[in-house]
Protein backbone atom coordinates (compact mmCIF):
# COMPACT_ATOMS: atom_id res chain seq x y z
CA UNK A 1 0.00 0.00 0.00
CA UNK A 2 1.73 3.28 -1.09
CA UNK A 3 -1.28 5.73 -0.74
CA UNK A 4 -1.09 7.56 2.46
CA UNK A 5 -3.26 10.71 2.78
CA UNK A 6 -4.42 13.01 5.53
CA UNK A 7 -8.43 13.05 5.71
CA UNK A 8 -10.55 14.65 7.25
CA UNK A 9 -13.38 13.07 9.09
CA UNK A 10 -16.46 13.15 10.16
CA UNK A 11 -16.92 12.26 13.64
CA UNK A 12 -13.51 12.12 14.43
CA UNK A 13 -10.29 14.63 14.17
CA UNK A 14 -7.54 12.84 12.58
CA UNK A 15 -4.17 14.11 12.79
CA UNK A 16 -1.80 11.44 11.69
CA UNK A 17 -1.50 9.79 7.80
CA UNK A 18 -3.43 6.75 7.80
CA UNK A 19 -2.89 4.39 5.12
CA UNK A 20 -5.06 3.28 2.15
CA UNK A 21 -6.77 -0.31 3.27
CA UNK A 22 -8.67 -0.88 -0.38
CA UNK A 23 -7.34 0.26 -3.52
CA UNK A 24 -9.83 0.08 -6.62
CA UNK A 25 -8.57 1.00 -10.21
CA UNK A 26 -10.27 0.51 -13.40
CA UNK A 27 -13.05 -1.83 -12.50
CA UNK A 28 -15.73 -2.82 -15.25
CA UNK A 29 -18.73 -4.99 -15.10
CA UNK A 30 -20.59 -5.97 -17.53
CA UNK A 31 -23.77 -7.81 -17.87
CA UNK A 32 -24.33 -8.59 -21.47
CA UNK A 33 -24.39 -4.98 -23.53
CA UNK A 34 -24.77 -3.21 -20.20
CA UNK A 35 -22.23 -1.89 -18.11
CA UNK A 36 -23.19 -1.72 -14.52
CA UNK A 37 -19.73 -0.71 -13.27
CA UNK A 38 -17.57 1.50 -15.60
CA UNK A 39 -14.50 2.02 -14.81
CA UNK A 40 -14.30 2.46 -10.85
CA UNK A 41 -11.00 4.24 -9.09
CA UNK A 42 -11.73 4.23 -5.60
CA UNK A 43 -9.38 4.26 -2.37
CA UNK A 44 -10.35 3.46 1.11
CA UNK A 45 -8.32 4.71 4.44
CA UNK A 46 -7.81 3.01 7.90
CA UNK A 47 -10.71 3.11 10.18
CA UNK A 48 -12.46 5.73 8.43
CA UNK A 49 -16.52 4.88 7.17
CA UNK A 50 -16.48 5.50 3.70
CA UNK A 51 -19.58 6.24 1.90
CA UNK A 52 -20.50 4.69 -1.52
CA UNK A 53 -23.72 7.32 -2.61
CA UNK A 54 -26.05 6.98 -5.55
CA UNK A 55 -29.63 6.54 -7.09
CA UNK A 56 -31.07 2.85 -7.33
CA UNK A 57 -29.30 1.21 -10.27
CA UNK A 58 -26.26 3.27 -10.11
CA UNK A 59 -23.68 0.00 -9.76
CA UNK A 60 -22.99 0.20 -5.73
CA UNK A 61 -23.81 -3.17 -5.03
CA UNK A 62 -22.28 -4.84 -7.74
CA UNK A 63 -18.86 -2.57 -6.90
CA UNK A 64 -19.21 -3.51 -3.38
CA UNK A 65 -19.99 -7.22 -4.37
CA UNK A 66 -16.67 -7.60 -6.60
CA UNK A 67 -14.48 -5.93 -3.62
CA UNK A 68 -15.92 -8.22 -1.24
CA UNK A 69 -15.16 -11.14 -3.78
CA UNK A 70 -18.68 -12.06 -4.33
CA UNK A 71 -18.93 -11.23 -8.09
CA UNK A 72 -15.74 -11.26 -10.85
CA UNK A 73 -15.17 -7.82 -12.20
CA UNK A 74 -14.49 -8.24 -15.71
CA UNK A 75 -11.79 -5.58 -16.07
CA UNK A 76 -9.48 -3.56 -13.24
CA UNK A 77 -7.49 -4.29 -9.76
CA UNK A 78 -8.71 -4.48 -6.27
CA UNK A 79 -6.44 -4.76 -3.20
CA UNK A 80 -7.94 -5.25 0.20
CA UNK A 81 -5.24 -4.65 3.10
CA UNK A 82 -2.39 -5.44 0.44
CA UNK A 83 -3.56 -8.73 -1.05
CA UNK A 84 -5.00 -8.58 -4.64
CA UNK A 85 -8.34 -9.84 -4.28
CA UNK A 86 -7.91 -11.55 -8.00
CA UNK A 87 -4.38 -13.39 -6.73
CA UNK A 88 -5.82 -14.36 -2.72
CA UNK A 89 -9.76 -14.39 -2.73
CA UNK A 90 -9.25 -16.71 0.62
CA UNK A 91 -6.96 -14.25 2.05
CA UNK A 92 -9.14 -11.12 1.15
CA UNK A 93 -11.84 -12.95 2.86
CA UNK A 94 -10.26 -13.49 6.05
CA UNK A 95 -9.61 -9.82 6.62
CA UNK A 96 -13.38 -8.70 5.90
CA UNK A 97 -16.95 -8.85 7.36
CA UNK A 98 -19.92 -8.84 5.19
CA UNK A 99 -23.29 -7.81 6.73
CA UNK A 100 -26.08 -10.40 5.38
CA UNK A 101 -29.08 -9.28 3.69
CA UNK A 102 -31.05 -12.23 4.36
CA UNK A 103 -33.34 -13.17 7.56
CA UNK A 104 -33.78 -16.77 6.71
CA UNK A 105 -31.13 -18.24 9.26
CA UNK A 106 -32.56 -15.97 11.98
CA UNK A 107 -34.98 -18.74 12.82
CA UNK A 108 -35.57 -20.27 16.15
CA UNK A 109 -32.09 -19.47 17.73
CA UNK A 110 -31.37 -16.83 19.82
CA UNK A 111 -28.85 -14.08 19.65
CA UNK A 112 -26.47 -15.43 21.10
CA UNK A 113 -26.70 -18.70 19.73
CA UNK A 114 -26.57 -16.98 16.44
CA UNK A 115 -23.38 -15.03 16.68
CA UNK A 116 -21.60 -17.90 18.39
CA UNK A 117 -22.47 -20.32 15.82
CA UNK A 118 -21.52 -17.63 12.97
CA UNK A 119 -18.05 -17.09 15.40
CA UNK A 120 -17.95 -21.48 14.97
CA UNK A 121 -18.37 -21.27 11.50
CA UNK A 122 -15.57 -18.63 10.84
CA UNK A 123 -13.17 -21.10 13.00
CA UNK A 124 -13.11 -17.67 15.93
CA UNK A 125 -13.39 -17.00 19.57
CA UNK A 126 -16.83 -18.71 20.37
CA UNK A 127 -16.49 -17.99 24.28
CA UNK A 128 -19.00 -16.19 25.98
CA UNK A 129 -16.82 -13.73 26.43
CA UNK A 130 -16.64 -13.28 22.67
CA UNK A 131 -20.34 -13.13 22.22
CA UNK A 132 -20.79 -10.94 24.90
CA UNK A 133 -18.57 -8.35 23.34
CA UNK A 134 -19.96 -8.46 20.20
CA UNK A 135 -24.08 -8.08 22.18
CA UNK A 136 -22.59 -5.25 23.83
CA UNK A 137 -21.10 -3.72 20.27
CA UNK A 138 -24.60 -3.79 18.77
CA UNK A 139 -26.49 -2.69 21.92
CA UNK A 140 -28.48 -6.19 21.89
CA UNK A 141 -28.35 -6.99 25.92
CA UNK A 142 -31.78 -6.77 26.63
CA UNK A 143 -32.32 -9.03 23.57
CA UNK A 144 -29.84 -11.47 23.85
CA UNK A 145 -31.35 -14.52 24.78
CA UNK A 146 -34.91 -14.04 22.07
CA UNK A 147 -35.27 -15.68 18.83
CA UNK A 148 -33.71 -13.40 16.50
CA UNK A 149 -37.05 -13.13 14.04
CA UNK A 150 -38.50 -11.71 17.38
CA UNK A 151 -36.26 -9.08 16.65
CA UNK A 152 -37.10 -5.86 15.65
CA UNK A 153 -36.14 -4.61 11.68
CA UNK A 154 -33.11 -2.41 13.14
CA UNK A 155 -31.84 -4.89 16.00
CA UNK A 156 -32.08 -7.36 13.28
CA UNK A 157 -29.58 -4.79 11.63
CA UNK A 158 -27.70 -4.43 14.18
CA UNK A 159 -27.33 -8.42 14.87
CA UNK A 160 -26.15 -8.92 11.10
CA UNK A 161 -23.53 -6.05 11.75
CA UNK A 162 -22.33 -8.36 15.27
CA UNK A 163 -22.33 -11.86 12.65
CA UNK A 164 -20.50 -10.38 10.49
CA UNK A 165 -17.75 -8.83 12.68
CA UNK A 166 -17.67 -12.84 14.93
CA UNK A 167 -14.08 -13.23 12.64
CA UNK A 168 -12.78 -9.85 13.93
CA UNK A 169 -12.36 -8.55 10.68
CA UNK A 170 -10.18 -5.48 9.52
CA UNK A 171 -12.72 -4.09 7.49
CA UNK A 172 -16.53 -4.46 7.26
CA UNK A 173 -18.82 -3.50 4.64
CA UNK A 174 -22.38 -2.93 4.49
CA UNK A 175 -24.95 -2.67 1.23
CA UNK A 176 -27.52 -0.20 2.33
CA UNK A 177 -27.74 -1.10 6.15
CA UNK A 178 -30.65 1.18 7.48
CA UNK A 179 -32.95 0.90 3.88
CA UNK A 180 -36.29 0.35 5.42
CA UNK A 181 -35.73 1.20 9.09
CA UNK A 182 -37.64 4.42 10.75
CA UNK A 183 -35.43 7.10 11.52
CA UNK A 184 -34.91 6.42 15.08
CA UNK A 185 -33.72 2.58 13.64
CA UNK A 186 -31.57 4.43 11.47
CA UNK A 187 -29.87 6.72 13.84
CA UNK A 188 -29.12 3.99 16.63
CA UNK A 189 -27.61 1.73 13.43
CA UNK A 190 -25.35 4.76 12.86
CA UNK A 191 -24.22 5.00 16.55
CA UNK A 192 -23.21 1.67 16.18
CA UNK A 193 -22.03 1.71 13.11
CA UNK A 194 -19.42 4.53 14.67
CA UNK A 195 -18.91 2.33 17.93
CA UNK A 196 -17.49 -0.25 15.17
CA UNK A 197 -14.97 2.53 13.62
CA UNK A 198 -13.75 3.76 16.88
CA UNK A 199 -13.00 -0.10 17.29
CA UNK A 200 -10.29 0.25 14.79
CA UNK A 201 -12.54 -0.91 11.84
CA UNK A 202 -12.79 0.29 8.30
CA UNK A 203 -16.47 0.38 7.42
CA UNK A 204 -17.75 1.28 3.95
CA UNK A 205 -21.45 1.15 3.31
CA UNK A 206 -23.46 1.64 0.35
CA UNK A 207 -26.87 4.34 0.53
CA UNK A 208 -29.41 6.33 -1.22
CA UNK A 209 -30.01 8.47 1.49
CA UNK A 210 -27.65 11.69 1.16
CA UNK A 211 -28.53 12.53 5.03
CA UNK A 212 -27.17 9.37 6.27
CA UNK A 213 -23.74 9.56 3.68
CA UNK A 214 -23.71 13.49 5.03
CA UNK A 215 -23.75 12.82 9.23
CA UNK A 216 -22.28 9.65 9.25
CA UNK A 217 -19.63 8.84 6.19
CA UNK A 218 -15.90 10.45 7.32
CA UNK A 219 -15.38 10.37 3.11
CA UNK A 220 -18.00 9.83 0.41
CA UNK A 221 -18.33 8.45 -3.60
CA UNK A 222 -21.05 9.96 -5.01
CA UNK A 223 -21.73 7.11 -8.12
CA UNK A 224 -23.99 7.54 -10.82
CA UNK A 225 -24.25 4.97 -14.16
CA UNK A 226 -22.12 2.47 -12.84
CA UNK A 227 -19.25 5.88 -12.81
CA UNK A 228 -17.95 7.76 -9.56
CA UNK A 229 -18.48 11.50 -10.41
CA UNK A 230 -16.85 12.51 -7.29
CA UNK A 231 -15.17 11.74 -4.23
CA UNK A 232 -14.59 13.49 -0.70
CA UNK A 233 -15.67 14.31 3.06
CA UNK A 234 -19.28 15.39 2.29
CA UNK A 235 -17.97 18.88 4.01
CA UNK A 236 -15.75 19.74 0.76
CA UNK A 237 -18.02 18.26 -1.80
CA UNK A 238 -20.43 20.81 -0.18
CA UNK A 239 -18.07 23.80 -0.15
CA UNK A 240 -17.38 22.96 -3.81
CA UNK A 241 -20.79 24.00 -4.42
CA UNK A 242 -20.90 27.88 -5.10
CA UNK A 243 -24.00 27.79 -2.79
CA UNK A 244 -23.86 27.43 0.62
CA UNK A 245 -27.49 27.94 1.18
CA UNK A 246 -30.70 28.77 -0.53
CA UNK A 247 -32.90 31.45 0.38
CA UNK A 248 -36.50 31.50 -0.09
CA UNK A 249 -39.08 34.14 -0.14
CA UNK A 250 -42.79 35.14 -1.58
CA UNK A 251 -42.95 38.76 -2.34
CA UNK A 252 -46.57 40.15 -0.95
CA UNK A 253 -46.73 43.13 -2.58
CA UNK A 254 -45.01 44.05 -6.08
CA UNK A 255 -42.06 42.77 -8.20
CA UNK A 256 -38.79 43.89 -8.41
CA UNK A 257 -36.60 43.39 -11.41
CA UNK A 258 -34.59 39.39 -11.29
CA UNK A 259 -31.50 42.55 -11.68
CA UNK A 260 -31.58 43.92 -7.92
CA UNK A 261 -31.23 39.87 -6.89
CA UNK A 262 -28.69 39.39 -8.65
CA UNK A 263 -26.65 42.58 -7.58
CA UNK A 264 -27.07 41.20 -4.04
CA UNK A 265 -23.57 40.56 -2.34
CA UNK A 266 -22.58 36.73 -2.55
CA UNK A 267 -25.44 35.69 -4.71
CA UNK A 268 -24.78 33.35 -7.79
CA UNK A 269 -28.18 32.43 -8.78
CA UNK A 270 -31.49 33.78 -8.84
CA UNK A 271 -35.07 31.98 -9.68
CA UNK A 272 -38.15 34.13 -9.65
CA UNK A 273 -41.42 32.01 -10.30
CA UNK A 274 -44.83 32.42 -8.98
CA UNK A 275 -44.09 35.23 -6.77
CA UNK A 276 -41.48 33.13 -5.44
CA UNK A 277 -37.87 34.18 -5.42
CA UNK A 278 -35.11 31.64 -4.20
CA UNK A 279 -31.58 32.92 -4.27
CA UNK A 280 -28.18 30.53 -4.18
CA UNK A 281 -25.83 32.38 -1.97
CA UNK A 282 -22.18 31.47 -1.00
CA UNK A 283 -22.67 33.95 2.43
CA UNK A 284 -26.14 33.49 3.71
CA UNK A 285 -25.65 35.90 6.26
CA UNK A 286 -24.45 38.79 3.94
CA UNK A 287 -26.90 37.64 1.20
CA UNK A 288 -30.33 37.90 3.74
CA UNK A 289 -28.75 41.19 5.36
CA UNK A 290 -28.72 43.02 1.85
CA UNK A 291 -32.34 41.35 0.79
CA UNK A 292 -33.74 42.35 4.40
CA UNK A 293 -32.09 46.20 3.38
CA UNK A 294 -33.60 46.08 -0.26
CA UNK A 295 -37.66 45.31 0.77
CA UNK A 296 -37.29 47.83 3.56
CA UNK A 297 -35.94 50.12 0.63
CA UNK A 298 -38.45 48.80 -1.93
CA UNK A 299 -41.19 49.02 0.64
CA UNK A 300 -41.65 45.32 -0.31
CA UNK A 301 -43.49 42.75 1.85
CA UNK A 302 -41.25 38.87 2.15
CA UNK A 303 -43.55 36.50 3.34
CA UNK A 304 -42.42 32.69 4.15
CA UNK A 305 -38.63 34.05 4.22
CA UNK A 306 -37.28 30.53 4.56
CA UNK A 307 -33.36 29.39 4.67
CA UNK A 308 -31.44 26.08 3.91
CA UNK A 309 -27.54 24.76 3.97
CA UNK A 310 -26.94 23.09 1.02
CA UNK A 311 -27.05 19.39 1.07
CA UNK A 312 -25.08 15.98 -1.01
CA UNK A 313 -28.39 16.18 -2.32
CA UNK A 314 -27.24 19.73 -4.24
CA UNK A 315 -23.74 17.93 -4.93
CA UNK A 316 -25.63 15.27 -6.97
CA UNK A 317 -27.91 18.30 -8.66
CA UNK A 318 -25.46 20.34 -9.48
CA UNK A 319 -22.96 17.07 -10.75
CA UNK A 320 -25.60 15.23 -12.79
CA UNK A 321 -28.99 17.64 -13.25
CA UNK A 322 -30.93 15.19 -11.59
CA UNK A 323 -32.24 14.55 -7.87
CA UNK A 324 -30.83 11.56 -5.77
CA UNK A 325 -34.37 10.51 -5.44
CA UNK A 326 -35.55 10.50 -8.97
N1 LIG B 1 -27.01 -10.11 -12.33
C1 LIG B 1 -27.35 -9.05 -13.06
N2 LIG B 1 -27.71 -9.17 -14.36
C2 LIG B 1 -28.04 -8.11 -15.13
N3 LIG B 1 -28.06 -6.83 -14.68
C3 LIG B 1 -27.72 -6.64 -13.40
C4 LIG B 1 -27.35 -7.72 -12.52
N4 LIG B 1 -27.06 -7.21 -11.31
C5 LIG B 1 -27.25 -5.87 -11.41
N5 LIG B 1 -27.63 -5.52 -12.65
C6 LIG B 1 -27.91 -4.15 -13.14
O1 LIG B 1 -26.76 -3.37 -12.90
C7 LIG B 1 -27.13 -2.06 -12.48
C8 LIG B 1 -26.47 -1.74 -11.17
O2 LIG B 1 -27.04 -2.54 -10.16
P1 LIG B 1 -26.62 -2.42 -8.63
O3 LIG B 1 -27.45 -3.38 -7.85
O4 LIG B 1 -25.16 -2.53 -8.52
O5 LIG B 1 -27.05 -0.93 -8.33
P2 LIG B 1 -27.21 -0.19 -6.94
O6 LIG B 1 -26.58 1.14 -7.12
O7 LIG B 1 -26.72 -1.05 -5.85
O8 LIG B 1 -28.76 0.02 -6.87
P3 LIG B 1 -29.80 -0.43 -5.75
O9 LIG B 1 -29.74 0.64 -4.74
O10 LIG B 1 -31.07 -0.45 -6.54
O11 LIG B 1 -29.36 -1.78 -5.28
C9 LIG B 1 -28.64 -2.04 -12.42
O12 LIG B 1 -29.14 -1.44 -13.60
C10 LIG B 1 -29.01 -3.49 -12.35
O13 LIG B 1 -30.27 -3.72 -12.95
Known sequence: MQDVSTPVTNGVAVGATRPAVIEVRGLVKR????TA????????????????????????????????GLREPD????????????????????????????????DHLTVRELIALFAALYGADTSKAKVDRLVELV???EKANDYANALSGGQQQRLSIALAMVNDPRI????????GLDPAARRNLWDVIRTVRAGGKTVVLTTHYMEEAEVLCDR?????????????????????????????????NGTVPVETFKSLPNVTHVAVEDGYVELHS??????????????????????????SSATLEDVFLALTGRSLRE
Open 172 to 179: IFLDEPTT
Open 220 to 252: VAVMDQGRIIACDTPRRLIDQLDQAATIRARID
Open 37 to 68: VNGVDLTVYDGEIFGILGPNGAGKTTTLEMIE
Open 75 to 106: EGTIHVAGIDAARNPTAVKRVIGVQLQSTALF
Open 282 to 307: DDMQVTMSALLATAREAGLRLDNLST
Open 139 to 141: SLQ
Open 31 to 34: YGDF
